[in-house]
């Protein structure tokens, strides 16, 4: 009777755990595969999870972020999804390459040409991003996740340090510092670099020739001169 008890016990508090837990694996998140740095270009993962039993997941609305616009976004395509790419013109235009850009990306949406996401499985949505902003550590992407029963979660709370994670908290793609080669201006340094250690290599190279050929054309005058004294000396003796 006891030990029945216990199991009971057990069972219930370990169905309690995968409720409480449940909630942190089905939010709509954000990842790179990679790095995503800041000033560089990265492919980053909208993963989004079916909460429901009931009803498949038929749409999905990335909002970019309008505080930080990003220049260049491009949507994989996604076997059984329409997509759809919304621009506005931007306050501020940004400069990308040497060019003034005067409109951004600020949303992408997705729509199942089927069955969407059923319950029990996952989608990822790709977006190559780029430039990454290089004044933040970190873009809040808002997200609205629609089923096929009509329901629309709003994934669009944003979380605060210091504080218990929201509800419906909005994916955070974390940015990492900026590398040295994201446009190139490191590898153009280490370019620079090896061109000057050449020319100074061959530089001094240049300089120790000279001055071996220089040693050597005083040796053999100098050998010359002694034996022209001596032959002098001979001759003067003979006569």
Same mark, same amino acid.
């Given at each position: 009777m006891k030990a029945s008890r216990i199991a009971a016990a057990a069972a219930v508090a370990g169905t309690a755990v995968l409720t409480l837990s449940a909630p942190a694996f089905a939010h709509v998140s954000v990842q790179p595969e990679g790095t995503a740095a800041k000033g560089g270009y990265a492919v980053v993962d909208f993963k $989004?999870?079916?909460?429901?039993?009931?009803?498949s997941t038929t749409k999905v609305e990335v909002n970019l972020p309008a505080d930080h616009p990003i220049a260049s976004v491009m949507?994989?395509? $996604?076997?059984?999804?329409k997509v759809e790419v919304t621009k506005a013109k931007l306050d501020k235009p940004l400069t990308m390459h040497g060019e003034k850009i005067d409109e951004a990306v600020t949303k992408v949406t997705w729509t199942a040409d089927g069955k969407g996401v059923e319950p029990g499985y996952f989608q990822k949505f790709p977006l190559s991003l780029g430039a990454l902003p290089e004044n933040t550590d970190e873009l809040v992407f808002k997200a609205i996740q629609t089923y096929s029963n009509k329901e629309v979660v709003r994934w669009i709370e944003v979380p605060q340090e210091g504080q218990d994670e929201p509800e419906n908290p909005a994916p955070v793609l974390e940015l990492s510092a900026a590398t040295d080669d994201h446009h190139g201006s490191g590898a153009a340094e280490k370019t620079a670099e090896k061109t000057e250690k050449t020319a100074a290599a061959d530089s001094g190279s240049g300089s120790d020739t000279t001055a071996r050929v220089l040693g050597v054309v005083g040796i053999v005058i100098g050998v010359a001169g002694v034996a022209y004294g001596v032959l002098a000396g001979r001759r003067r003796t003979t006569a």
């Open positions: $989004v999870p079916n909460e429901r039993d009931n009803a949507p994989q395509p $996604v076997p059984g999804w």
